[in-house]
C-alpha cells in the first residue's frame, strides 16, 4: 500500500480540485487520481486542429462562484473571465432575429419587434426570476438536511427554505411554478411571442434530456440563471485560454498548499475495509490508503463499477442503478476560415460574441427531443454555437476562428442496438447543415472539427450517458436527494466516503460548489462540528 493519505480523491475535474484545495489549505494531505493525462474533466482546453484549440466539452463562463475564484486566488493564478456584452442572438425560420442582453431598455427594444406585450412584461419578469435565483444561490451554498438525522433534519431544512417562507405569497407561486411546471407552461404564462419564449427556454433543454413541455423542465430553466460574472448576475463570460484555464488555475492553487495530483490514474475501485472506506485501487494495481476516499465522479459510476457490490445494501444499489443520466448531448469544435455570415443580419457584428441559439420555438425544441426518442437524433437539432475566438485571440490563427457547438437532442443510447461510433461523422454533417441553412458561407468555411457524441463524452470524460451534470436535474434528484436520500449531505452510503461532484447539492455546470461544500462537511468530520473549516 502507498503512503497514507488523509484524503484521495477519485476524479481531478473542477470540483475535486476545488475540494482538494480546501482539504489541503486545512492542513490534510491529499491525493488526486485523474484517469486522463490532463486535470480539468470536462472543462479543459485542447488543440483540435493544427494551430486550433478550444474548450473540449464544458464551454462558456457562469455558474463559477465568485467565493471559490476569491478563497482559491484564481485570477492571481492567471484567470481572466471576460463579460459577453450580448446574451444570446437567435434567428427566426422567417429571416428576423431576437438579440437579448446589453441592458434591459435594448433588450425591450428586441422585443417589440416581436411583441409590445412582451416587452412590457420583461422587467416583471427579470424581477420575479431574479427573486427565486436569489434563494437557490443561497441554499446552493449549504449542505442539504439528512432526513436520518431527524429534528435536526427538520431545523436544518426549515432554517434553508427561511427565505421562502418568509417570502411574498408571489414568491411562494414563483418557486412552486419554477420547481414542478414545464417550461412552456411557465414561459406561456409569461410571454406570447414564440422567438422570446425560445430564447429564454433554451435554457432549460440545456444538457436536459427532455422537451421543454416535460414537467420539472422550467427549474433546470431557473439553474442556468443563478450564476454570475465579474460580479454581475446572470451574466455570461469567455474564460481567456478556453475553459481549461480555470482547471490550470485551480491546479496551481491546489499544488500551492501541497495538493499531490496524479494523471493518467483510472481508478479501478474504492477500498473498502471493515465497511468503512479505507482507500482505492488503481487499473495499475497499486493501492492507496487514506482515511477518507472522496468522490468527484458520478453516483451511477461510483456505486455501480467501483464499489464493491457486498458493502452496499442491495436497496441502496438499485436505487443507484436507476440514477438517471443522459443529457441528450452532442458536442463540435469547429475551425473556421471565416465567420458565419447570416442571412437574417448579415457581416461581423456583436452577435457573434454572444451564444448564438439555434431554435426559434418552443415545438421546434420539442420536436427535436421527440425525433431523438424515435430516431436517435434530431432531424432539426438545437445549436447552440459560441466564437470565442471573437475576444480571445489565443485560440486561433490571424483571420480565422473556433466555435463551440453544443447540440441537443441526440439519444444517449441509440435505437435497435446502433452506435454512434458508426452515426458520429452523419450526425455531425447534420449539424452542419443545421446551422448552414441560417448562416450559408458556414459549411465551407470548416477547416477541421472534433465531434463527441454521447458515447464519446462518457469515453473521454466518464460522462455516464453523455451526462454533463453526472445525472439528471430533476426533482426527485436534487437537494437533499442528491444522489439520494440519506446521503445528500455529501457523506457517502459507506462510512469515510464523500461525495464531491456535481452528482451532488446543487448539481452540474462549473460552479466549485459540490467540492466546496464537501469540503466543508469533511472538515467538520475531522475537527468537529465547531471548528472553522476554512483554516
Known sequence: MAGKYDAVIIGGGHNGLVCAFYLARAGLSVRVCERRGVVGGAAVTEEFYPGFRNSVASYTVSLLNPAVIREMGLEAHGLKILNRTLSNFLPTEDGRYLLIGDGLEKTQSEFRKFSNADA??????????????????????????NPKHRMSAALKA??????????????????????????????????????????????????????PDTPGSAYVLLHHVFGEVNGIKGAWGHAVGGMGAITQAMKKACESVGVEITTEAPVKSV????????????????KIAAARVVSNVNPKLLYTRLTPADALDPEFRRRMEGWRCGSGTLRMNVALSELPNFTCLPGEGEHHRSGIIIAPSLDYMD????????????????????????VDDTLAPPGQHVASLFCQQFAPELPDGKSWSDYREEAADHVIETVNNYAPNFKKSVLGRMVLTPQDLEDKFGLMGGDIFHG????????????????????????????????????????????????????????????????
Open 472 to 535: 439528471a436535474m430533476t426533482l426527485d434528484q436534487m437537494w437533499a436527494a442528491r444522489p439520494a436520500l440519506g446521503i445528500g449531505d455529501y457523506r457517502g452510503a459507506i462510512k469515510r466516503l464523500y461525495h464531491c461532484g456535481s452528482g451532488a447539492h446543487p448539481g452540474g455546470g462549473v460552479t466549485g460548489l459540490p467540492g466546496r461544500n464537501a469540503a466543508r462537511e469533511i472538515l467538520k468530520d475531522v475537527r468537529g462540528p465547531l471548528a472553522s473549516w476554512l483554516g
Open 120 to 145: 412590457e412584461k420583461l422587467p416583471a419578469y427579470y424581477e420575479r426570476l431574479d427573486a427565486v435565483a436569489d434563494v437557490l444561490r443561497d441554499i446552493s451554498m449549504k449542505t442539504p438536511p
Open 367 to 390: 420536436r427535436a427531443f421527440t425525433d431523438a426518442k424515435q430516431f436517435g437524433w434530431s432531424r432539426k437539432p438545437i445549436v447552440e454555437m459560441l466564437i470565442p475566438s471573437t
Open 271 to 286: 477500498l473498502v475495509d471493515g465497511g468503512d472506506a479505507a482507500g482505492i485501487v488503481l487499473e495499475s494495481g497499486e
Open 158 to 211: 426549515a432554517s434553508q427554505l427561511s427565505p421562502v417562507a418568509r417570502g411574498s405569497d408571489q414568491l411562494h407561486q414563483d418557486v412552486l411554478d419554477l420547481f414542478t411546471k414545464s417550461a412552456r407552461s411557465f414561459l406561456d404564462a409569461w410571454f406570447d411571442s414564440d422567438p422570446v419564449k425560445a430564447v429564454f427556454g433554451f435554457d432549460a433543454v440545456v444538457g436536459n434530456y427532455a422537451s
